[in-house]
């Protein structure tokens, strides 16, 4: 019944590993996001994926690689993990219909580097 | 580049009491603001949200008044309860570019 949901809940690495964080969402939404929140609780877009399309891509290292097998998925793939990608991640989707902004957020994967 | 600032950034108050955390843009082109509440350990979820043709809205013991003007706009709780305590995030956009802009966040506590 979950509308947005994400694999793991929590992720914990040693620096240098390679990790994937899987998202789903059930709302039959176009648009799929992925949100940093650091420890300091800051919550910042990293990419947006509209229809298996990159739209939104901020300054984001290239080790860091989505991938949106289909419209209902949204994948994060790390490469390289580093000490201070340890942070919250955050899945959301929204519909793109005007009026249709609302963005609904995933629980979240806990992502702790060692 | 756009910015939100968010005040206060913790925030205490006896419950019964109201709570109101104001937030500042800078991107005048945006016209959505959406405010989520975050429960620890939980993701954010929309408690309400106001476009930039309507200066203010309400539902139940919430508002949200909006200024554009003055590219303020402000989270209005009265009657405060413990379980509205948590951490209350303010964002702004360009409506349908899915671009949210979060501010800082506001830890709310709500004493018995």
């Keep these: ?114 | 580049g756009e910015n939100v600032e968010q005040h206060p950034s913790t925030l205490s108050v006896q419950e019964g009491d109201s709570a109101v955390i104001k937030c500042t843009y800078s991107d005048s082109a945006s016209n959505y603001f959406p405010w989520y509440k975050q429960e620890l350990g939980k993701g954010p979820q929309l408690i309400i949200d106001i476009r930039s043709n309507v200066g203010e809205k309400k539902d139940q013991r919430i508002a949200v008044t909006l200024n554009k003007t003055a590219k303020h706009f402000s989270l209005h709780i009265t009657e405060t309860q413990p379980e509205d305590s948590a951490v209350y995030f303010c964002a702004a956009s360009r409506s349908n570019t899915g671009k949210l802009i979060f501010g800082q966040g506001t830890t709310l506590q709500v004493k018995p």
């Design chain 1, 1 to 114: 019944d979950t509308a947005v949901s994400q694999t793991p809940k929590y992720l914990v690495t040693q620096m240098g590993n390679d990790k994937s964080i899987k998202c789903e969402q059930n709302l039959g939404h176009d648009t799929m996001y992925w949100y940093k929140q650091d420890s300091k609780k800051f919550l910042k877009i990293m990419f947006s994926y509209n229809n298996k399309e990159l739209i939104i891509n901020e300054t984001v290292p290239n080790r860091f690689s989505p991938k949106s097998p289909d419209k209902a998925h949204l994948n994060l793939h790390i490469n390289s993990l580093e000490l201070g990608d340890s942070a919250v991640y955050f899945c959301a989707s929204s519909q793109v219909a005007p009026g249709g902004e609302t963005q609904y957020f995933g629980p979240g994967t806990r992502l702790l580097v060692l």
